[in-house]
């Protein structure tokens, strides 16, 4: 089992940017899938951005292409998302999600391939 903690979340204005931080214990990242996911107010949970145990697998929701960067630092346990140009649509509840194994692709998509998640970290962006 493995516990994941998030941080970083905020009140930010419109373009503006944050990096959210995963940190995990009780297990390596090093062979992990870690998936970052949101919840806005009144509506269902949805991806954001996922990477492999390899660092060169990465995929993203299109809502974040270009605007969000997802990166892990497996000798500290920890994957990041740096959200930037920031838009008052991307308030929400940010989760971390892991599971054992390699994904990749659209797969990584799918809220119930991953097993372990955190409790959240809400961001907030005015306008």
């Known amino acids: 089992q493995v516990q994941l903690v998030e941080s970083g979340g905020g009140l930010v204005q419109a373009g503006g940017s944050l990096r959210l931080s995963c940190a995990a214990s009780?297990?390596?990242?090093?062979?992990?899938?870690v998936a970052w996911f949101r919840q806005a107010p009144g509506k269902e949970r949805e991806f954001v951005a996922a990477i492999s145990w390899s660092d060169s697998n990465t995929y993203y929701a299109d809502s974040a292409k270009g605007r969000f960067t997802i990166s892990r630092v497996n000798a500290k346990n920890t994957v990041y998302l740096q959200m930037n140009s920031l838009k008052p649509e991307d308030t929400a509840v940010y989760y971390c999600a892991a599971r054992s194994g390699f994904l990749f692709g659209q797969v990584m998509e799918l809220m119930n391939q991953y097993d372990n998640w955190g409790q959240g970290t809400q961001v907030t962006v005015s306008s």
């Open positions: 009780g297990r390596s990242f090093g062979s992990l899938t």
